[in-house]
């Protein structure tokens, strides 16, 4: 198929508009993931996240164009509150843990119960980021398997260092959004048209520090 039948599949598609969030708590990886995916980085040191910064990314998926709003929100205790704040019209929640780190696997619960204290309706999925240090893990996969059963939430271990796993983890929770809906559903729920008000105020304070990627 040449490039011009490409492009005029693709103005025949339907518009949509997703919002999706990275949650978990800081050094997981939730920056180096949202850049690797959207940016194709992966930085070796950056300013760490403080309250919330996002970026879009668009994607084709089956019959429609969609338009990613993807937040990074920060994972530091003194944040949380800034975090339940951007719940609003979220459709999609990535929690995000260190699998070479057991208290960032085990506060998964903790922000799976923020999320539903918000809205019962958001779809999320579970990643098992780091999974290039097998020799350093401390999470099992049956641990994050049986997570996700007692959570019905569909799971997955990802190195956002090698790339393993990072579009396969946004391409299942755009799944889990699409999963079981009609195309008019579809449109209702997540059409641009209705869906042009998915961002907050993100002001910023002062004093960023720079350090390992989290």
């Known amino acids: 198929m040449d490039e011009s039948k490409d492009n005029e599949n693709n103005l025949n598609k339907k518009e949509i508009s997703l919002k999706l969030l990275i949650i978990g708590d800081s050094r997981v990886g939730k920056t180096s993931l949202l850049l690797k995916y959207v940016d194709h980085v992966f930085p070796e040191d950056h300013i ?30 003194r944040f949380h509150s800034i975090t339940k704040n951007i719940f609003r019209n979220t459709n999609g929640v990535i929690f995000v843990y260190d699998i070479t780190n057991k208290a960032s696997f085990n506060n998964i619960k903790n922000w799976i119960k923020d999320t539903e204290s918000a809205d019962k309706d958001i779809k999320g999925i579970i990643l098992g980021n780091k999974s290039d240090l097998e020799d350093e893990r401390v999470i099992e996969k049956e641990d994050l398997e049986e997570l996700g059963n007692k959570n019905n939430i569909p799971v997955l271990e990802c190195s956002v260092k090698e790339n393993i796993n990072v579009n396969e983890g946004f391409d299942l929770i755009i799944d889990e959004l699409l999963r079981d809906k009609s195309e008019n559903e579809i449109m209702e729920m997540y059409s641009r048209k ?16 720079k350090g390992k990627c989290c």
């Open 194 to 209: 209705t869906r042009s008000d998915l961002s907050i105020s993100t002001k910023k304070p002062g004093n960023q520090k």
């Open 48 to 77: 760490a996240t403080i309250g919330v910064e996002y970026k879009d990314k668009y994607v084709n998926k089956g019959d429609y164009n969609i338009r990613l709003q993807i937040w990074d929100t920060a994972g530091q205790e």
